[in-house]
Nanobody, 121 residues
Framework: QGQLVESGGGLVEAGGSLKLSCKVPGAIFHSYGLAWFRQAPGKEREFVAGMNWHGQNMGYSDSVKGRFAASRDDATNTHYLQMNNLEASDTAVYYC??????????????WGQGTRVTVSS
């Protein structure tokens, strides 16, 4: 764990936007799918968005569909999560992970340390 490095979290008002970044080691970036998970206080870690190793979108959770968008930059081995129209319920620690790109947490071998997002209402 800890081989992926997230950044970009912070405090934002409801309705605002943030863009998270995840710097991924090349060996992981080019061999595994990538995903974003989040964990709110007192809750289980949940899938947010994922991409397979080809860069194809693997889906979004219903709670973020239409507001969040995952992408990647192959030149810099960076995975992104653009978050728009943020809601108080989006408050959580966001984790970048390397694995299948699908929604099952157990399918991920590599994790970052997380970046905290707080949305004020």
């Amino acid at each position: 764990q800890g081989q992926l490095v997230e950044s970009g979290g912070g405090l934002v008002e409801a309705g605002g936007s943030l863009k998270l970044s995840c710097k991924v080691p090349g060996a992981i970036f080019h061999s595994y799918g990538l995903a974003w998970f989040r964990q709110a206080p007192g809750k289980e870690r949940e899938f947010v968005a994922g991409m397979n190793w080809h860069g194809q979108n693997m889906g979004y959770s219903d709670s973020v569909k239409g507001r969040f968008a995952a992408s990647r930059d192959d030149a810099t081995n960076t995975h992104y999560l653009q978050m728009n129209n943020l809601e108080a319920s989006d408050t959580a620690v966001y984790y970048c992970a390397g694995g299948t790109g699908g929604p099952r947490r157990d399918d991920y071998r590599y994790w970052g340390q997380g970046t905290r997002v707080t949305v004020s209402s």
